[in-house]
């Protein structure tokens, strides 16, 4: 990361954001297809394709309203631990037909702002009730 040219509305360098693989990531993705190819030949596979690329992991500290469908609460605190906040892609339930990138820096950023606020509760976070939505809510009005 570093600063580029362009400014922000205050007059101050916006970040820029530069990315490529280490010879040890080339080297992981490498081994991985191998690995999986392996897996699939071995269960019976026919007409296997890779890809060459990679993809942001998503869902699986999943965000939601308790601990009994989720991970961690809308501060990304995990749900019975103290002080252990999940700030990347596996808060979010879905990715959606985009890159989650932007998505993450979003809600880490707004953590972060929370937590200079001081609005993140010390306590353990409790359960939010969920709101049982009627039809016309979902789908709009019947007719």
């Known amino acids: 990361m570093t600063l580029a040219d362009v400014t922000d509305h205050h007059g101050l360098p916006v970040a820029r954001f530069d990315h ?80 989650p990138a932007l998505t993450i820096m979003a809600l880490s950023s707004r953590l972060g702002e929370r937590f200079s606020r001081n609005q993140v509760p010390d306590d353990q976070p409790t359960p939010q009730p969920r709101r049982q939505k009627d039809r016309a809510e979902l789908f709009g009005p019947v007719g």
Request: proline letters at 2%; glycine letters at 12%; charged letters at 20%.
């Open 20 to 99: 490529s693989l280490h010879d040890n990531d080339k080297k992981n993705i490498a081994y991985a297809k191998r690995f999986i190819r392996g897996l699939l030949e071995q269960s019976g596979a026919q007409d296997i394709i890779a890809v060459d690329r990679f993809a942001h992991l998503i869902g699986g500290n999943r965000m939601g309203f308790g601990p009994q469908d989720s991970v961690v609460n809308s501060d990304h605190k995990v749900w019975g631990t103290e002080n252990l906040f999940v700030t990347d892609g596996s808060a979010c339930p879905t990715q959606g037909s985009a890159n």
